[in-house]
């Protein structure tokens, strides 16, 4: 629990953490800190002693497969669940307890949550209403918030007159009338399609930095978290894994999971050996720099490296002279080439039933067939090293959460 | 294999086959059994019911003549001694519905959305089960229950609350009882899906953007589940004002309802001019209140629906 706990902790917090207590008072507006959350259903432990701090104005993305915690986590925050032990601070203000329409947080809801029986200018008043504006302040800010999601011409339709990402717009707007120190968002681009995600992953980004609201975003989808957040944690059963910026996520994971999770990855087994940067394995000696801290001489360990890190050169026609020099190198045999548009894909064959994906942009591929014989090679700086029994646990979760993708959380049985 | 050709070439045929055109019917035709059968069993009935209506009783033997046509019927369904009875089932028809109302609204909602879901199945089962038994029997049931020397007397009675036998077997009190216990269900099950219908994200979303318990039933649950409640209203208000089973097992002579008149003239009294009159004051009776409780409940969620309204137009 501790190492999850110490993973939670965001690079220069600490003292933050420290001081936590002191200054609630004094935390601005807009920041969030969870401390030792815990969230069990009758048996089940749904989220497991997280700590995540939030600095105002962030965007923060809880990204991992479904039942990973991240939802019930945004439930906390909004107030729809009571953590079952452990604080949650927004703006400094203790808010175990205080109910939903109490907290100056908003949620913009999966599957939108609009009222059919309302008009679109009624949805977005709605909040307003609740809190007894003024008629005349309500229509001046209506009209404000809807032409800040360019919704102003559909205000007196009804809901189910538009289309998904009209009615995405007007959840937006109606989240943000009361001007929250943090908007939640679930999953609110996973009813859209593709062109349409990426156009509103641009918008809201954008609406965010005009706006400099807190916004706390939970998505199973990678592509997302990495295009849109300053900050992403991770989540995998209930813990939060990883918390850092995307590039730091992606070049330096701290577990195989994440490793994994993230882009692709290559995992090839073999065996510490006395140098903590050097794996023997079935197919030539592995280097890295980054040593893991866990691992020690003789035991079995997998190595991670990202496709796009691999080269490929045919063995047939190179020279010792022209061969590329790297710290890494397998010999294999193409197995099968796939375009990617911008990318060509090798999948090699390194025997002992075991495949390295290669990932290389276009102009720079060399033209290969299926048979050549090819040497794959990468740099030390690239290779990760894991635990071997941390990797196969990872991939085995990783290739379940594919499987089964996040069910919408609205739908509701009898 | 050359079977398997053959077959194939057999059952796919270049174009796709084409239903020659006199076997094409207008799309109105799906409706028309639904139309037969409204038509014979619901529209011929009633208009032969008004039609009686306007005659009379010709003899002792007869049982209705229409080569006199008036309105004499009307006067004599109307007189004191029926109108009395029609009184009376228009109060045990709205007390009963209201006392129905008053139940099952908060036992519909708090099944739909705080009874714990994996109990629901068992929940409704409850509610249904007593219509496994015959709706004569149910209500005979009450008799001995309600009978000054039954269950419920005695009760009071050893604890104290009463100091002779109750007396409300064969009164309006009996019948707004029977009434009540065997529509309950019938209001209870549309209520229910209706509440269930609004989907829990809806109700978060509205506390979410600041409205409490109350604001919340009032501006969002319940004017998403409105069709379910009034669906639930009407199946018990309409069925009630002419139930007579009730009212004949646990009513007697005290807790009389048009429903039993109806049946008496018809088969006691062989007087169907008369029966014909009284069920046709009935049913403009049930169409009036209906159509008065829609234009009340409509003008009491005028404040509501004022506050709420919101048109910004065009943009200018």
Known sequence: ?414 | MTTLTERQSASSPKAPRRRPRWMKLPSFALAIPAWAWLFAFFVAPVALVVWFSFGYKPGIFGTHANDVLSFDRYAEALSPTFFATFQNTLWVGVVGTLICLAISIPFAYWLAFKAPVSRRGILLAMVMIPFWTNFLVRTIGWQIILAPSGVLSEALQSIGALDEPLEILFTRTAVLIGVVYNYLPLMILPMFVAFDRVALPMREASKDLGAGRWSTLFNVTLPLAKPGIVVGILLVYIPLMGDYITATVLGGAKGNMAGQMVANQFQTAQNWALGSAMAVVLVLTILTTVAIAALISWLAAWPLRANQKLVLGDKS
């Open chain 1, 1 to 414: 629990m501790t190492v999850s706990a110490q993973n939670t902790m965001p690079a220069g917090s600490a003292a933050d953490h420290a001081n936590a207590d002191a200054a609630n008072t004094s935390e601005p507006e807009g920041s969030v800190v969870i401390e030792g959350v815990t969230k069990k259903f009758g048996g089940a432990v749904a989220v497991d002693n997280i700590s995540l701090h939030v600095r105002p104005g962030e965007f923060l993305s809880l990204l991992g497969p479904s039942g990973c915690g991240k939802t019930t986590t945004l439930r906390m925050l909004a107030g729809f669940e009571e953590p079952t032990s452990g604080s949650i601070h927004i703006s400094g203000q203790d808010v175990v307890g205080v109910p939903p329409h109490k907290r100056n947080v908003n949620t913009v809801f999966q599957a939108y949550a609009l009222f059919p029986h309302m008009s679109v200018a009624e949805n977005v008043a709605y909040g307003l209403r609740q809190k007894g504006t003024p008629k005349s302040e309500i229509r001046e800010r209506v009209s404000e918030s809807l032409d800040l999601v360019q919704m102003r011409s559909f205000a007196d339709r009804k809901p189910t007159q538009l289309s998904g990402g009209q009615q995405q717009r007007i959840a937006l707007a109606r989240a943000l009338i009361n001007r929250p120190a943090v908007l939640l968002l679930d999953e609110p681009l996973g009813a859209l399609d593709r062109q349409l995600r990426e156009e509103m992953q641009i918008e809201l980004k954008l609406l965010q930095s005009r706006l400099g609201i807190t916004f706390i975003f939970v998505t199973h989808d990678q592509g997302e978290a990495l295009s849109m957040s300053d900050r992403i944690a991770i989540m995998r059963k209930g813990r939060i894994e990883q918390l850092d910026d995307a590039d730091s996520i992606y070049d330096s994971p701290a577990s195989a999971y994440v490793a994994g999770f993230i882009g692709q990855q290559n995992f090839l087994p073999g065996m510490m050996t006395s140098d903590l940067n050097v794996m023997e394995s079935p197919f030539g000696v592995l280097r890295s720099v980054i040593p893991h801290p866990e691992l020690e001489a003789g035991v079995d360990a997998q190595a991670a490296v990202r496709p796009e890190a691999v080269t490929v050169t045919a063995t047939a026609g190179t020279s010792a002279a022209t061969a590329p020099t790297a710290e890494n190198r397998i010999a294999g045999e193409v197995l099968g080439v796939s375009h990617q548009g911008e990318t060509l894909q090798f999948l090699v064959s390194i025997g002992d039933g075991q495949t390295l994906l290669s990932r290389v942009p276009r102009p720079t591929a060399p033209r290969l067939a299926v048979g050549d014989a090819v040497v794959c090679t990468w740099d030390a700086t690239s290779v990760h090293l894991f635990p071997s029994e941390q990797a196969t646990q990872a991939q085995a979760d990783i290739a379940r959460a594919v499987s089964n993708p996040a069910p919408p959380t609205s739908s509701i049985s009898l």
